[in-house]
């Protein structure tokens, strides 16, 4: 199953570190490193399935020689405590192709940190088959063909490291959606999710112990905290079954016994728990059998989802009976541009039209072109357009503005009910925009779907 793990550090030379060694280790790599003199061989090391370095389109040439690029960026430090490069290290879905987990990375790493200027040297290791793992080097200084320049402080903003984890979550998702698997990950904490279960503690051990292994007392102390943790996750499950059941369901909407046994492997202490635990679940009212064909085996979702999937159809139906009150000006007669096909003139006729719910699917590069118009079009009319849902109490929704958000095929079952929830209370107009291509290779995973038919 396909969880959530990112974390962000910085080497420096206070710590110990050797970025040279750093990134010899990572690709699994023999390099010299100029600064101390030495040699580091990594080259047998096992489980690195692919190392390549991405850098901007105007980067130097020598930024893709790994030795040469992290011995530049050690002799650009001069302090004894200097700060060396930014460490990722980011777990990639089980569930994609290694074809396909590769063009996730890059497409994340491409985006989020060498658009902005960042040379990347990345590395996808998998020393068990069930953990295949991204680490990345960041360089924290940008370079030219006679080196690095200054430290780049805006890359350390404190917002960053919040906006790459939600990033690498949504991304993932897009690319688990195009490959046709109905799950997402999440990067909010437990609590944040509302789920009742405590996270479970690393080990810092990445393979399976034998057994009557003896292990160091610090290790022991955190296996010891992990199976309590996990005790504990088990007989709240069993307690409760909805929290197991609530949890699932908000990773994938629809899951198998076999799905659910592998949720709980993690989350109990042993296989007479993980029974019990399991169940406690089958008996719940809360958990809901699909109908199903075939010989596929039978899958569930829980009634929680289902009773979200009808309270959004119904604001959504209620937004679109209901009529704006802002008046119509001689600006609502503006010609529309000429290149605009004609499906895109009729999207165009939809959304601006009475009623407050509309939901449409265009592709991106007709987006760009449609937002601006309407935009145009509202303001025109005296209305406030909101880009996005509002975060902030200066803009909260009020009575007859436009709440327009792009990307709505990736909002998930009970965010986009928030939404329409706060439309509906706030008596607005709210505009669904999804990316049709994306929106198709979705499938039935986006509630968009749902949606579309709603105040045509």
């Not at 960041?138 to 990033?167: D, E, V």
């Not at 990950?185 to 789920?195: F, K, M, P, T």
Request: aromatic share 4%.
């Amino acid at each position: 199953m396909a969880i959530y793990h990112f974390t962000v550090s910085v080497l420096s030379r206070a710590r110990g570190h050797r970025i040279v060694a750093s990134a010899a280790a990572q690709a699994a790599a023999k390099l010299r490193d100029d600064y101390y003199g030495i040699v580091h061989n990594h080259a047998r090391r096992p489980g690195v399935e692919l190392a390549e370095i991405l850098a901007p389109d105007d980067a130097p040439t020598w930024v893709y020689d790994r030795e040469q690029l992290w011995n530049r960026v050690e002799a650009a430090e001069r302090r004894k405590d200097a700060q060396l490069a930014r460490a990722l290290e980011i777990s990639l879905p089980l569930e994609l192709t290694q074809d396909e987990r590769v063009h996730l990375l890059r497409d994340f790493i491409r985006t989020q940190f060498v658009a902005q200027g960042m040379i990347a040297d990345i590395a996808i290791r998998r020393t068990r088959l069930d953990n295949p793992n991204a680490h990345v080097l960041l360089t924290l200084r940008a370079a030219s063909a006679t080196g690095f320049g200054p430290k780049m402080r805006q890359w350390n903003g404190k917002g960053n490291l919040l906006s790459w984890r939600a990033a690498w979550a949504d991304q993932a998702n897009v690319h688990l959606a195009r490959a046709g698997h109905r799950l997402r990950i999440d990067h909010r904490s437990l609590e944040a999710q509302q789920i009742e279960l405590t996270p479970a503690r690393k080990t810092g051990v990445g393979r399976p112990l034998r057994q009557a292994e003896t292990l160091p007392e610090h290790l022991q102390a955190r296996f010891d905290e992990q199976r309590r943790i996990a005790q504990s996750n088990g007989a709240s499950i069993i307690e409760d079954p909805t929290i197991a059941i609530r949890a699932l369901a908000h990773q994938r909407h629809r899951f198998t016994q076999e799905q659910l046994s592998h949720f709980l492997l993690s989350r109990t202490d042993g296989e007479a728990q993980q029974q019990a635990a399991l169940s406690a679940i089958m008996a719940c009212a809360e958990l809901v059998a699909l109908r199903h064909s075939g010989d596929l085996p039978a899958q569930y979702t829980s009634r929680d989802l289902i009773e979200a999937e009808k309270s959004l159809l119904r604001r959504a139906h209620t937004l679109a009976a209901r009529r704006s009150s802002a008046a119509a000006t001689p600006q609502d007669a503006a010609p529309l541009p000429s290149s605009w096909s004609a499906a895109l003139r009729e999207t165009y006729a939809y959304i601006v039209s009475e009623g407050d719910f509309k939901a449409a699917a265009v592709v991106g590069e007709e987006q760009a072109e449609l937002l601006p118009v309407m935009l145009a079009r509202w303001t025109g009319r005296g209305r406030r357009v909101l880009d996005g849902m509002p975060r902030t109490d200066q803009q909260a929704l009020a009575k007859d503005d436009v709440l327009v958000i792009a990307g709505a095929e990736l909002i998930d079952l009970k965010s986009l009910e928030k939404i329409l929830a706060a439309a509906e209370r706030a008596r607005a107009k709210l505009v669904l925009l999804a990316d049709d291509l994306q929106l198709k290779a979705m499938g039935a995973m986006s509630p968009m779907h749902d949606l579309m038919g709603v105040g045509r």
